[in-house]
């Protein structure tokens, strides 16, 4: 493995441990007062087209790391959303 790509998927893993602390309060609390319901929709979609990105590039860890993150973002954005409801 190269070091770009090894750099990648470092990267990656720093992404996605990132997100894991804020889904996993909302699972456990079911809380989102204090989330931008925006500012979340704004997130998704730039993972959305950051997935697609990489897809199209053939780029593991962008499309690896952007689509957990699309996953995660998106549930918090569908509970942000369903809460306001």
Do not use: H
């Amino acid at each position: 493995m190269d070091i770009a790509l090894l750099v990648g998927y470092l990267a990656s893993l720093c992404s996605v441990t990132s997100f894991v602390p804020q889904v996993w309060k909302v699972v456990r609390t079911g809380d989102t007062a204090a989330i931008s319901g925006r500012m979340y929709t704004f997130t998704v979609i730039g993972f959305a087209l950051w997935s697609a990105f990489g897809i199209l590039k053939t780029e593991w860890p962008i499309i690896l790391t952007n689509s957990i993150c699309f996953c995660l973002s998106g549930y918090i954005l569908i509970r942000k959303l369903r809460a306001n409801a």
